[in-house]
Nanobody, 123 residues
Framework: QVQLVESGGGLVQAGGSLRLSCAASGRTFSRYAAGWFRQAPGKEREFEAAISRSGGSTYYADSVKGRFTISRDNVKNTVYLQMNSLKPEDTAVYYC????????????????WGQGTQVTVAS
């Protein structure tokens, strides 16, 4: 079992930045790929970013490429999502996810999910 707890969400003006954190506990986190999804009101949960177990490979949705950066610290058992140049359409609940394999993280079928953190971008 892996427990995931997100933090760092909040209210920010358009053009601003936030850094989300996802703290993992329960198992050796370096054995898990990780990622971030988001869900806006009335919409499906959608993939935003993923990172390999070592952190050596990262993947992004086109909508956030160049603005968001995913990273991880396997000593601190934490995954981060640095979000810059935020837009009102980035408003959503952001979820952290993890799985022993990368593909489930990318397609949303991964085993473990956090409870989510709200990000609101004001225009």
């Amino acid at each position: 079992q892996v427990q995931l707890v997100e933090s760092g969400g909040g209210l920010v003006q358009a053009g601003g930045s936030l850094r989300l954190s996802c703290a993992a506990s329960g198992r050796t986190f370096s054995r898990y790929a990780a990622g971030w999804f988001r869900q806006a009101p009335g919409k499906e949960r959608e993939f935003e970013a993923a990172i390999s177990r070592s952190g050596g490979s990262t993947y992004y949705a086109d909508s956030v490429k160049g603005r968001f950066t995913i990273s991880r610290d396997n000593v601190k058992n934490t995954v981060y999502l640095q979000m810059n140049s935020l837009k009102p359409e980035d408003t959503a609940v952001y979820y952290c996810t993890a799985d022993p394999n990368l593909s489930p993280v990318e397609d949303g079928t991964s085993d473990y999910w956090g409870q989510g953190t709200q990000v609101t971008v004001a225009s």
